[in-house]
């Protein structure tokens, strides 16, 4: 069982459409990343959070400790936003590079 | 500020040689940590670098190894290489230290996509 579950794998959306994207993880965290992938690999860092809610943008991520959840939400959702959304986590007491990964969910928005 | 930069970009190799791969980080930035990803397993932790040291290691067998330099650069190495070894290699840099209220973001790099045959 992956320590870093992603729902859903694959999202289709129409512009415009909100988003969401969970995830969900088994043991105690310090920092939970949200990371992007465009095609060709280059991957950048929307989010790290360790509580409560960040915004930038478009984009808003939050997490609840005690559930062990966090999603990512897109508003607006335009083409440009199509790419891989990864979760990533530091465990409690794990180094700050030692991340694990979520399987990631492929999101496609149509014009 | 310049980002973190990764040579080479590609590479092909036969089974059983050898390579080097290299990460240069942000400037000022003392961590460094490796990943592979491919598409069977997704990211993985490789390893990660602090001033030099290794300060943590993933379930990779010893033919992985890496190393970092004084200038915070860092190199990773793959010996005997097996079509398995196939990936995109993602270093990934950040200041490595817990600030108060601050960040410990990751950068990462643009990947080396190795090819074994």
């Known amino acids: 069982k992956n320590e870093v579950e992603q729902s859903p794998q694959n999202l289709t959306a129409q512009e415009g459409e909100f988003i969401t994207i969970n995830c969900s993880y088994s043991v105690g965290i310090s920092a939970l990343h949200w990371l992007q992938q465009h095609p060709g690999g280059g991957i950048v860092s929307l989010f790290m959070l360790s509580s409560g809610k960040k915004k930038h943008g478009r984009l808003i991520a939050t997490i609840n400790i005690q559930e062990k959840h966090s999603s990512l939400h897109i508003t607006a959702s335009h083409p440009r936003d199509s790419a891989v959304y990864i979760c990533a986590v530091t465990y409690r007491g794990g180094s700050q590079g030692n991340l694990i990964f979520g399987k990631g969910t492929k999101l496609s928005v149509k014009p | 500020k310049a980002g973190v930069t990764q040579t080479p970009r590609y590479l092909i190799k036969t089974r059983g040689q050898q390579v080097t791969l290299s990460c240069s980080p942000i400037s000022g930035h003392r961590s460094v940590s490796w990943y592979q990803q491919t598409p069977g397993q997704g990211l993985q932790f490789l390893f990660e670098y602090f001033s030099e040291t290794q300060r943590n290691k993933g379930n990779f067998p010893g033919r992985f190894s890496g190393r970092q330099f004084s200038n915070s650069r860092s190199e990773m190495n793959v010996s005997t290489l097996e079509l398995g070894d196939s990936a995109l290699y993602l270093c990934?840099?950040?200041?490595?230290?817990?600030?108060?209220?601050?960040?410990?973001?990751?950068?990462f790099g643009p990947g080396t996509r190795l090819t074994v045959l």
């Open positions: 990934a840099s950040s200041l490595g230290l817990i600030l108060a209220g601050g960040s410990n973001e990751q950068f």
